[in-house]
């Protein structure tokens, strides 16, 4: 193989499988859950399926859960014998930038006290894992897609999968690439200023623990540089000055998350994770970083609406990598943080309802929102607790 056929790999937008598919939820690092669910699904020890089934994963393998290196180990060996594929969250891409962030010190062997109790016992990454995530994570897709479905760790944003579709090299050579032009151009630039003027002149309200007016430019400069980077658009998604200041992990927040799926209105289905939905709403309030909960008038397993009442939606994030947070506090089974998948019943281009009931222990209270006729598509099959075979492969 040539070095310029190597260099462009396969592009960051590639084809999704055909086929009956089971799209997998943000993992975190939470392997029994992973194995769990995979032999609820049917799947075999080698991946492998009776029905012909084939894996998804929706990105987020690693980080805050007790084994990240053997989530992506099996992921990886899966992806590698043509059984699943995975496209990048931004916990991938951390790591793949260097970043040192919470949740994330497995791969970087800081195995101490503080880590220790925070988020309890983690299985460290070897030298030799280091260097082969590494290069796993570089050869995986931002998304995927094929004629009625699409699959993206965030936001599926059109203007940012054209600019990624156009990108050259890998998932860290194009957000170099983009994070470069925004620092260059004049508008960044005058927004960065304005910025880094705005936080020394406001550090005493930005310490106060009483909740600060919105700093715009601030605000502006956040939300500038996260969505004019695609790369960050695809794997974190869109932001904009937040309408209520908020605190989260430890500081004053000035942006928030955009539920981009209500201006979606492409007639392929969008298969997503990163936005820690939740069973129970409540467990929002316990769980979550203390940002608006964008999932409030959704119903457990339903579809997310867009702005013309069309569900072509689905976040499949449960909130798994939560369970951290609730072993802090002594939980040790019955976890509100869930690892799910939907699973697509057939190969359908224009698929019939399609609803598969065996989580009718946990889905009760939705049955009936369930059995509305505009929840066509797919059905989240989550996966709740109990002891099924520890190897799938
Ligand atoms: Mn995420």
Same mark, same amino acid.
């Given at each position: 193989m040539n070095e310029a056929i190597?260099?462009?790999t396969d592009g960051l937008i590639r084809p999704l499988y055909e086929g009956?598919?089971?799209?997998?939820?943000?993992?975190?690092? =939470?392997?029994? @859950?992973?194995?769990? $669910?995979l032999a609820r699904l049917g799947y075999y020890r080698d991946g492998g399926h009776a029905a012909g089934r084939r894996l998804i994963f929706v990105g987020d393998l690693c980080d805050r859960g007790p084994d990240s290196a053997a989530v992506i180990d099996l992921v990886r060996s899966l992806v590698t014998a043509g059984r699943a594929q995975c496209v990048v969250g931004n916990h991938e891409l951390n790591l793949l930038r260097g970043e040192r962030k919470h949740g994330n010190h497995w791969f970087y062997r800081?195995?101490? @006290? =503080?880590?220790?109790?925070? *988020?309890?016992?983690?299985?460290? /990454?070897?030298?030799?894992?280091?260097?082969? *995530?590494?290069? *796993? +994570?570089? !050869?995986?897709?931002?998304? $995927?897609?094929?004629s009625d479905l699409r699959v993206v760790h965030a936001a599926w944003h059109e203007p940012s999968v054209e600019r990624c579709r156009d990108a050259s090299g890998d998932?860290?050579?194009?957000?170099?690439? +983009?994070?470069? /032009?925004l620092s260059r151009s004049e508008e960044g630039a005058r927004l960065k200023a304005a910025h880094d003027a705005q936080r020394v002149q406001q550090q005493g309200v930005l310490r106060s623990i009483d909740t600060p007016p919105l700093l715009a430019d601030i605000a502006a400069y956040e939300a500038y540089y996260q969505t004019g980077n695609p790369v960050r658009v695809l794997t974190s998604g869109l932001e904009q000055a937040t309408? /209520?200041? *908020?605190? @989260?992990?430890?500081? #004053?927040? +000035?942006? =928030?998350?955009? &539920?981009? #799926?209500?201006? %979606?209105?492409? &007639?392929?289905?969008?298969?997503?994770?990163? %936005? #820690?939905?939740? #069973?129970? &709403?409540? !467990?929002?309030? !316990? %769980?979550?970083?203390? =940002? &608006?909960?964008?999932?409030?008038?959704?119903?457990?397993?339903?579809?997310?609406n867009n702005a013309w009442g069309r569900e072509f939606a689905c976040c499949v994030d449960y909130s798994v990598g939560a369970r951290f947070k609730e072993r802090q506090e002594g939980r040790a089974g019955g976890f509100h943080g869930r690892l799910a998948a939907l699973a697509r019943a057939r190969d359908r281009l224009r698929p019939r309802p399609a609803f598969d009931l065996s989580h009718r222990r946990t889905c009760h209270r939705s049955r009936s929102r369930l059995r509305h006729p505009r929840i066509t598509r797919l059905l989240p099959k989550l996966i709740i607790r109990g002891r099924l075979p520890r190897r799938v492969v």
């Open positions: 190597v260099a462009t009956p598919l089971d799209i997998v939820g943000d993992v975190h690092g =939470e392997i029994d @859950a992973l194995h769990d $669910l800081d195995d101490d @006290a =503080e880590h220790l109790q925070r *988020f309890g016992p983690c299985v460290m /990454a070897t030298r030799g894992q280091q260097e082969a *995530f590494l290069d *796993f +994570f570089a !050869s995986l897709p931002l998304a $995927l897609e094929r998932v860290l050579a194009a957000y170099r690439h +983009f994070e470069a /032009a309408r /209520a200041v *908020f605190h @989260a992990g430890g500081r #004053w927040r +000035f942006v =928030e998350r955009v &539920p981009w #799926w209500r201006d %979606y209105d492409a &007639p392929q289905t969008v298969v997503f994770g990163h %936005y #820690w939905r939740w #069973w129970h &709403p409540a !467990s929002h309030a !316990s %769980y979550n970083k203390g =940002e &608006p909960n964008l999932f409030i008038d959704t119903a457990a397993c339903g579809w997310h």
